[in-house]
Structure formats: structure tokens, C-alpha cells
């Protein structure tokens, strides 16, 4: 549920008041950054979509159910934007990239220590060589269950899946996972 | 249910992911079978190395340039929404009934005006243009002079603009009176200086409303008389 003072700011930026809605930015600006970097691996893509999810937001005050949680609001038009940006990066790499030129991209991705993460760099890298080759749905509730930390009921209010359609990708992804980082970063050992 | 089932529940193992009743079952089924005890041992691994991922959270380097860009953007926003808002205002207006009502009252109004004229002023020409077509004097007719007694008329016939226009001779002033020979007026009214002259006449020279004109108009026709004389006389020849 949302709380009162969220509740406060959001009404009042409906109304118009920018004062307010400075103030919810300010609030919830780091966790829809975090999303976003944690989906696209990429700062200035994430920061852009950070900007365009909060615009989008400004202009859809009004539609604000007052039963829901802020922050699921939030994160859904940051996943919707950010899908929207991973199949037009999908796109174009199929247009743009040869199979050879993918490889070597990926090859200069991986390679760092998963126990000492020193740097966003380092962590968006190792986030997109073990994400980045799943289907879009286990990534998507891959990175908002295990790395954004949501409910599974959360999950499914974000993505608009069943609680049970969210556990099967999950299932599916952290198998995916669990195997790359095998091969890797020789980190654990798969069933023999 | 066989191991490949439970081995699928031990990848959902955190918080809410699981009944209640499939942990018990799941719990049940590890304490009699070492291959899935050994599988949730390597799974284990895995799960703390996920929850290491989680820990380090993504920051923005410049969350101010962030803050910054988006209000700007919805300020411009809020601008482009109070314009419109206005529009949507003025519209409203005007589409309140009684403003609906005024408007096409005053536009028919308008336009009624500007057709009637319109209508008016070429049909008074095609007058003018039915008598100019007409036969000037049929065989054998008296030549008539017409005499009209207008102040008006006078003062427009001296005028410089009328003597500039004028066939010469046409038009003479004599006793207070305009005389003016019939196929005289024919062949004014012929000459494609008329409509120069009705152009500026109305003009410059008598600055005359509808009002005024049809004033003078009537002034004229109650003021004619004509001079009937011989052919032999010629007297305007």
C-alpha cells in the first residue's frame, strides 16, 4: 500500500502542484534508476528511461489507482519503457551485427569477480552476461524478483503475469542463470 | 511425484514462493533421497551469489541532472497543458447555447445585409445596361431633350471629375436646369466610361449611403421634364 505522505504528494501533483512532484521524484527516482540499469545494463539508457517514465507518469497522475502501491505503478512504466528499448537494441543488433561481431561484444563483458564487485560497470556487465541471452520474460522477472526484490504477487502486478506464469519463468531463468554462472564465472558446479 | 519435480521446487525456494504444503512435501521427499539433498546443496551456492548481485545497487552518477531534466520537461508540459486548457475554456464558450444563438443570428445578419446589396447594386446596373441596349430613336421620332431641375444633379455635372468623364457636349446647365439630349444619354450610357463614371461619382462626389441615394434618385425622377423639338431643329447636334 502506499503511504499517507506518498498518497499527499501524488494528489497534490495531480493537481498540478510541480513543488510536490519534485518531491516524489526525489523519493523514488533511485529505486526506477536502479530497475531501469538492472534491466539495460547501460547508464544513459537507463537514465533516459528514467526520465521518460517519470514524464509519462506527470501526464498520468490522474489514472492513479489509490488501492495500489506506488512503486509497482512506477515499475511497471519503467519495464514497459525498458522492454521497449531491449527489442529495439534486439532489433537492431540483428540488423547491424553480424553473429562474429555479437561474440567478441560479449567476450569483453565477462571476466570479472562476481565476490568483488567494485563498480557499476563491473556490475552491469556481469548482470548482462547472464541475463542477456534469455527470453525477455525470464529476464524481466528474473531481475525484479531476484535483484529488485519483490514479492512474487508484486511481480505479477508490474508484469501483468499470473502468480504461477511469474514462478515457471523464474524456474526456467535461475536454471539459465545457474549455468552461466558455471561456465562463466566457474562459480558453483551443475547436477553430473 | 518423481525427483525432476522437486528439483523444480528447490529453484523456487525464497519467501512466498512455495505452499505451504509443497515445503512440507519437498521436505519430506529430501530426507529420503540424496540426489536432491545434493542438488539443493549446489542450488544453495547459487542463491547466495544471486543475493550478493542484489546488494549492490545501481546509483545514478548525477541524480540532480536526472531531477533536473525532468521537471523542466514537465514544466514545459504544464505550460503546453494550461494553453490548452484555455483553448478548451474559450471553446466552451462558445459552445454555451445562448452564445451559439448571437453568433449565427449576427452572421446571417451579415450576410443577409451584404447579399441584398449585392443584389441590389446589379440589378440597377442591369437596368441601366437593358436601357443603354435599347433603341436609341426609332424612325421618324422626335429628338427630346430632357430638362431636369436638380441642385444635386447640377453640382455633379460641373464637377471636375464629371467634366473629365463627360462625352463634350452632352450635358449642358441652363435656368437651374441639366438638359440633357435622350440620344445623348444613350450614347453616355453606352460608352464604356459609364460604369468609371457610377464608380466614382458615388465615390468621391457624393459620399451617398443607400438612404441618400435613393433621396436623390426620387429628387431626379420628380424633376424631369421633357423638351420635345424636331429632328430638323437638331438643336443638340
Given at each position: ?192 | ?116 446589396q ?84 458615388a465615390a468621391?462626389?457624393l459620399h451617398l449611403d443607400k438612404k441618400a441615394m435613393d433621396h436623390f ?21
Amino acid at each position: 500500500m502506499t503511504d499517507e505522505a506518498t498518497r499527499e504528494l501524488i494528489s497534490r501533483s495531480a493537481a498540478g502542484d510541480v513543488l510536490a512532484f519534485e518531491q516524489l521524484v526525489r523519493r523514488f527516482q533511485s529505486y526506477a534508476f536502479a530497475l531501469a540499469m538492472r534491466l539495460l545494463c547501460n547508464p544513459e539508457e537507463a537514465k533516459d528511461v528514467v526520465q521518460e517514465s517519470f514524464i509519462r507518469l506527470w501526464k498520468n497522475l490522474n489514472r492513479f489507482d489509490q488501492k495500489k502501491t506506488f512503486t509497482t505503478w512506477l515499475y511497471s512504466i519503467v519495464t514497459n519503457l525498458a522492454l521497449d528499448r531491449l527489442r529495439a537494441i534486439k532489433r537492431n543488433r540483428r540488423l547491424f551485427i553480424s553473429r562474429d561481431e555479437e561474440s567478441k561484444i560479449d567476450e569483453t563483458l565477462d571476466g570479472f569477480d562476481l565476490h568483488e564487485i567494485h563498480s557499476q560497470r563491473e556490475l552491469a556487465s556481469i548482470i548482462k552476461t547472464l541475463t542477456g541471452e534469455l527470453p525477455l520474460k525470464q529476464r524481466l522477472v528474473f531481475v525484479l524478483r531476484d535483484l529488485q526484490d519483490l514479492t512474487v504477487e508484486e511481480v505479477a502486478d508490474v508484469t501483468g503475469m499470473s502468480p504461477g506464469s511469474v514462478k515457471t519463468n523464474l524456474h526456467f531463468a535461475r536454471r539459465r542463470i545457474r549455468r552461466y554462472l558455471v561456465e562463466y564465472y566457474r562459480v558453483g558446479s551443475l547436477e553430473s | 511425484m518423481n525427483c525432476d519435480n522437486y528439483k523444480r521446487m528447490l529453484y523456487l525456494s525464497r519467501d512466498g514462493e512455495l505452499s505451504n504444503r509443497e515445503v512440507e512435501e519437498l521436505t519430506r521427499h529430501l530426507q529420503s533421497c540424496e540426489s536432491c539433498r545434493l542438488e539443493r546443496e549446489r542450488i544453495g551456492g547459487f542463491e547466495t551469489t544471486i543475493r550478493q548481485l542484489r546488494l549492490f545497487t545501481p546509483v545514478a552518477e548525477n541524480p540532480e541532472l536526472i531531477t533536473d531534466a525532468i521537471l523542466s520537461s514537465v514544466r514545459s508540459e504544464k505550460s503546453k497543458t494550461i494553453n490548452l486548457h484555455l483553448l478548451e475554456r474559450l471553446l466552451d464558450m462558445f459552445s454555451a447555447p445562448q452564445v451559439r444563438i448571437a453568433a449565427s443570428a449576427f452572421i446571417l445578419l451579415t450576410t443577409g445585409t451584404f447579399l441584398f446589396q449585392y443584389i441590389t447594386f446589379f440589378a440597377n446596373i442591369h437596368a441601366l445596361e437593358l436601357a443603354a441596349n435599347s433603341p436609341v430613336r426609332e424612325a421618324g421620332e422626335e429628338n427630346v431633350t430632357y430638362a431636369v431641375k436638380s441642385e444635386q444633379l447640377q453640382e455633379i455635372v460641373q464637377s471636375r471629375e464629371a467634366r473629365q468623364l463627360l462625352i463634350p457636349g452632352a450635358v449642358k446647365v441652363r435656368g437651374g436646369e441639366v438638359i440633357v439630349n435622350r440620344s445623348d444619354i444613350a450614347s453616355f450610357l453606352r460608352s464604356t466610361r459609364f460604369r468609371d463614371l457610377a464608380t466614382s461619382v458615388a465615390a468621391t462626389i457624393l459620399h451617398l449611403d443607400k438612404k441618400a441615394m435613393d433621396h436623390f434618385m426620387d429628387n431626379l425622377t420628380g424633376n424631369v421634364r421633357s423638351i420635345p423639338n424636331h429632328p430638323s431643329q437638331g438643336a443638340h447636334r
